[in-house]
């Protein structure tokens, strides 16, 4: 509203109240509204997520499509991490329906895993299906849905598809052989310490580390020294290092709500409070889709709209002005 101000005291026009006028003015104005810029400070505080056991709980996405395509046709790989030990499971895919999800669940996660307790995933049709509704009413698996057009509210299984996508930028070498390194993908990253737990997702599964290409090549001392341990001393070792898995992975979960603590701490200096009430008029940002592009003059939000409910953590549930 100042540069309104500016504009008419150029003008040669002065009144008592011309700055309020100006802004209220300008606060009722649709068209200022609409296109004002976007609000990129977050409006509610960091909500994290914890699992309290191993393969209790699981963050599900999807990347793609991939461009240029595989040469066997896969545009498109289907990952799911597990919150505790931060262990991924991941398979590349042509196209994506609920029956390829359902069917990664059982191979590759029930049947190796075991049943868990939660699965997060977002609202896409792949995921939100009647297939899916039946294997987690069979199983007894609740599945939460993150906010649409929101990512950061599956956050773990973001975090996973980053460093997949990193690693397989730097392995591949025609551009169309992604998908015969994925498994190369995973072993990095099964065997890279993750900073929430200061392990490796391997190391917190099988309670010890696995042998990579480097130990062979040039062998560590404690590696060396295994090797030339007699049957009976390795499995002695072998069951010490299963004893001593409950406190490593107690050790991880500690390390991990440490690790959250302090980056809601951090998250926090940037978030600025909104909070609305029912029946209050707002406006809704606009998300551009690939389907429904958004032009170089088009607005920012779109509305009014009116709202219905208040939901948990600043979410909130809206109508149409008209009802």
Not at 113 to 129: A, C, M, R
Not at 161 to 180: A, F, M, P, Q, S
Request: charged share 20%; glycine share 4%.
């Amino acid at each position: 509203y100042q540069t309104l101000v500016k504009q008419i005291v150029r003008a040669g026009y002065y009144w008592p109240t011309m700055q309020r006028d100006c802004h209220q003015f300008v606060k009722k104005c649709i068209k200022c509204q609409l296109h004002a810029p976007s609000i990129h400070a977050p409006a509610a505080y960091l909500h994290s997520v914890s699992s309290p056991w191993p393969f209790s709980m699981w963050a599900f996405d999807v990347v793609g499509p991939i461009n240029p395509p595989a040469s066997n046709g896969h545009r498109y790989f289907l990952a799911a991490t597990d919150y505790f030990t931060k262990w991924v499971e991941a398979i590349t895919l042509k196209t994506v329906e609920g029956q390829h999800v359902v069917s990664f669940i059982h191979k590759n996660l029930l049947c190796r895993f075991g049943i868990p307790h939660d699965i997060v995933s977002d609202n896409g049709t792949h995921f939100k299906n009647e297939k899916m509704r039946n294997l987690c009413h069979k199983h007894k698996i609740q599945h939460h849905f993150s906010a649409p057009y929101y990512p950061q509210g599956n956050g773990q299984a973001e975090a996973t598809n980053k460093i997949l996508i990193r690693v397989l930028e730097r392995t591949v070498e025609t551009g169309r052989d992604w998908h015969e390194k994925m498994h190369n993908a995973l072993w990095a990253y099964r065997t890279t310490i993750r900073t929430p737990t200061n392990a490796t997702p391997a190391e917190l599964v099988y309670g010890t580390e696995i042998v990579l290409p480097l130990h062979v090549q040039k062998p560590a001392m404690k590696f060396a020294a295994l090797i030339e341990l007699p049957i009976n001393k390795y499995q002695k070792k072998r069951l010490t290092q299963l004893d001593l898995l409950d406190e490593k992975r107690l050790q991880a979960a500690e390390h991990a709500e440490v690790y959250r603590k302090r980056v809601a701490r951090h998250y926090a200096k940037s978030v600025i409070e909104r909070k609305f009430q029912v029946n209050d008029l707002v406006l809704r940002s606009i998300v551009p889709l690939r389907s429904r592009p958004k032009g170089k003059w088009a607005p920012n939000w779109e509305g009014p709209y009116v709202v219905k409910e208040v939901l948990p953590h600043n979410s909130y549930r809206l109508i149409d002005a008209d009802g």
